[in-house]
């Protein structure tokens, strides 16, 4: 399936409360949301009684809350990842009307899956949807989601992680091009995030599990590998760097660490792979330029 590109940012402003309380005054919006009108309520008293710009640690309250944007870092709706236990309960709700029919639910669904398993380590993601809103219900269906337990109301789904990294590794590109890692670089990279306690690290184990794994002697050499150097248009700004393992990071000399940010987005694609990556505060357009050195076309593998 085709899907647009969205991401998940877990900062939420005053102006984003504004337009969440817009969202929650449309009746079709707030039909299958069992506490909307509570929630509406909540947001009201909190934009009255804080001052505050960002009210992230309010709406985390009991939870984690996340606005939707698109790849015009246009807010489109929210996601609520709830962990119980092993479990993980997502809420889902895109807001305007005009967006429905875009297939924003269900990007939305990927990315809130990846921070469930991947960040929050749930075993499993549940959706409990009403059994009359067919939108929902087919967008996490078609996500993978597998029927669980059914009521005269209500309706739960499911998703374990076991087929959560099956599907993954099936269909590994949602709103981008499929990427390649050596087994080489993927081992080591897998004994840095064992001891890796950053918060964004789960981006980059995201993308070394959704990646292609090749054989170091087999992989063209216009793939991004770690310790090649590339030319990179980064929102039409050209950029030389070299992708680095964290100890030898400089960003002073164009030595990118594969934990920053571009770091971890350009890993295994290739020359000409033009894709939308999420930043702190807006999202970029990345396109591999020219790959100018990789270790294992120049016969490097030690490095």
């Given at each position: 399936?085709?899907?647009?590109?969205?991401?998940?940012?877990?900062?939420?402003?005053?102006?984003?409360?504004l337009?969440?309380?817009?969202?929650?005054?449309?009746?079709?919006?707030?039909?299958?949301?069992?506490?909307?009108?509570?929630?509406?309520?909540?947001?009201?008293?909190?934009?009255?009684?804080?001052?505050?710009?960002?009210l992230?640690?309010?709406?985390n309250?009991?939870?984690?809350?996340?606005?939707?944007?698109?790849?015009h870092?246009?807010?489109?709706?929210?996601?609520?990842?709830?962990?119980?236990?092993?479990?993980?309960?997502?809420?889902?709700?895109?807001?305007?009307?005009?967006?429905?029919?875009?297939?924003?639910?269900?990007?939305?669904?990927?990315?809130?899956?990846?921070?469930?398993?991947?960040?929050?380590?749930?075993?499993?993601?549940?959706?409990k949807?009403?059994?009359?809103?067919?939108?929902?219900?087919?967008?996490?269906?078609?996500?993978?989601?597998?029927l669980?337990?059914?009521?005269?109301?209500?309706?739960?789904?499911?998703?374990?992680?076991?087929?959560?990294?099956?599907?993954?590794?099936?269909?590994?590109?949602?709103?981008?091009?499929?990427?390649?890692?050596?087994?080489?670089?993927?081992?080591?990279?897998?004994?840095?995030?064992?001891?890796?306690?950053?918060?964004?690290?789960?981006e980059?184990?995201?993308?070394?599990?959704?990646?292609?794994?090749?054989?170091?002697?087999?992989?063209?050499?216009?793939?991004?590998?770690?310790?090649?150097?590339?030319?990179?248009?980064?929102?039409?700004?050209?950029?030389?760097?070299?992708?680095?393992?964290?100890?030898?990071?400089?960003?002073?000399?164009?030595?990118?660490?594969?934990?920053?940010?571009?770091?971890?987005?350009?890993?295994?694609?290739?020359?000409?792979?033009?894709?939308?990556?999420?930043?702190?505060?807006?999202?970029?357009?990345?396109?591999?330029?020219?790959?100018l050195?990789q270790?294992?076309?120049?016969?490097?593998?030690?490095?």
């Amino acid at each position: 399936m085709n899907m647009p590109f969205v991401s998940l940012s877990p900062e939420i402003t005053r102006a984003n409360a504004l337009t969440l309380m817009t969202w929650l005054e449309d009746e079709d919006v707030t039909r299958y949301l069992s506490d909307s009108h509570d929630v509406s309520r909540s947001i009201e008293q909190v934009i009255e009684r804080v001052q505050l710009p960002i009210l992230t640690h309010l709406f985390n309250q009991g939870g984690r809350f996340f606005m939707v944007y698109d790849q015009h870092d246009v807010s489109v709706g929210f996601v609520r990842l709830v962990k119980r236990g092993r479990d993980c309960e997502m809420v889902l709700v895109i807001g305007d009307r005009g967006n429905w029919g875009r297939k924003l639910g269900a990007s939305a669904i990927r990315e809130g899956m990846k921070i469930a398993f991947f960040e929050m380590r749930a075993e499993r993601v549940i959706a409990k949807i009403h059994r009359d809103n067919a939108r929902s219900l087919n967008a996490f269906l078609h996500s993978g989601f597998l029927l669980d337990r059914e009521t005269a109301a209500m309706k739960s789904l499911v998703m374990n992680a076991a087929r959560y990294l099956q599907l993954l590794r099936k269909h590994p590109a949602v709103h981008a091009a499929d990427i390649y890692i050596t087994e080489i670089d993927k081992a080591r990279l897998r004994n840095l995030i064992d001891f890796e306690l950053g918060p964004d690290i789960f981006e980059l184990e995201h993308e070394i599990e959704r990646a292609i794994v090749v054989d170091a002697r087999k992989v063209t050499d216009d793939v991004v590998t770690m310790n090649s150097r590339a030319l990179l248009h980064v929102n039409d700004e050209a950029m030389e760097i070299a992708l680095v393992y964290p100890e030898e990071a400089d960003d002073r000399s164009g030595k990118l660490s594969v934990f920053s940010g571009i770091g971890t987005a350009i890993l295994g694609y290739r020359e000409g792979d033009v894709f939308n990556w999420r930043m702190p505060g807006h999202t970029c357009r990345i396109r591999i330029g020219k790959v100018l050195y990789q270790p294992e076309a120049a016969g490097h593998f030690h490095l």
